[in-house]
């Protein structure tokens, strides 16, 4: 079965400096990673996604996320914190055989200026 | 810009009453998913479309719920003799084949009194 760990609750950081929010996963297959961003009252936006190639993706505003198949973890990162960055960040996996998305619980970035 | 449209927005019933939640996916796209988001809770799986395929209900939490997709388009989602807990946040996702990502709506906000 799929599973994703999101095991912070709440992350909080100062503007301009460096945030990683993580993420593990359980797959039986070839995993499909995902991170979206929720802002208040909003539906989600996807961000980016992991599905084969390079183990670090680049996504939207500026965010990254390093896969490691070791690990099982496709932790997001981004080099320097905006404020504008405070939000809902959920990570999902998708097993490669299925097209169910499973999502974590959600991870609140809080950015303090 | 041709996003996905959910409706209503916002829905308050009575504890027993049946509610339709719908979902009118960007065009094209095969795939169609719900989630629910309750306060404080990550994204739950309930069901997916793809294309022709039988759905995957593994999610839908109880037989009070159901959802249908007619001519590959549209989806209601409905919830019969609702219940308290029933009260969250119901997203609908559509996304093309084979790129993985999903694309969501802002949500319906159900409440039952």
């Known amino acids: 079965a799929q599973s994703v760990a999101q095991p912070e609750d709440q992350v909080n950081v100062a503007e301009g400096n460096p945030l990683t929010v993580k993420c593990t996963y359980s797959v039986s297959g070839n995993p499909y990673l995902f991170w979206y961003v929720q802002y208040p009252n909003r539906g989600l936006q996807f961000l980016l996604k992991?599905?084969?190639?390079?183990?670090l993706v680049k996504g939207s505003y500026g965010f990254e996320a390093e896969f490691n198949k070791s690990q099982t973890s496709f932790h997001l990162k981004k080099p320097s914190a905006l404020v504008s960055d405070s939000a809902l960040y959920f990570c999902?996996?998708?097993?490669?055989?299925?097209?169910?998305?499973?999502f974590g619980t959600g991870t609140r970035l809080k950015v303090l200026a | 810009g041709a996003g996905v449209s959910q409706s209503p927005s916002n829905k308050v019933t009575e504890k027993g009453k049946d509610v339709e939640l719908r979902c009118d996916p960007i065009s094209g796209h095969t795939a169609l998913y719900w989630y629910r988001q309750s306060l404080g809770q990550g994204l739950e799986f309930l069901i997916y479309?793809?294309?022709?395929?039988?759905?995957?209900k593994s999610g839908l939490p109880s037989d009070r719920f159901s959802a249908e997709r007619t001519g590959g388009s549209v989806s209601t989602l409905t919830i019969q003799r609702t219940q308290q807990e029933d009260s969250a946040v119901y997203l609908c996702a559509s996304s093309p084949l084979g790129t993985g990502e999903l694309f969501f709506g802002e949500g319906s906000r159900l409440t039952v009194l």
């Open positions: 992991y599905i084969t190639g390079d183990n």
């Open positions: 479309f793809q294309g022709n395929s039988a759905p995957d």
């Open positions: 999902a996996v998708r097993d490669g055989g299925t097209y169910k998305y499973i």
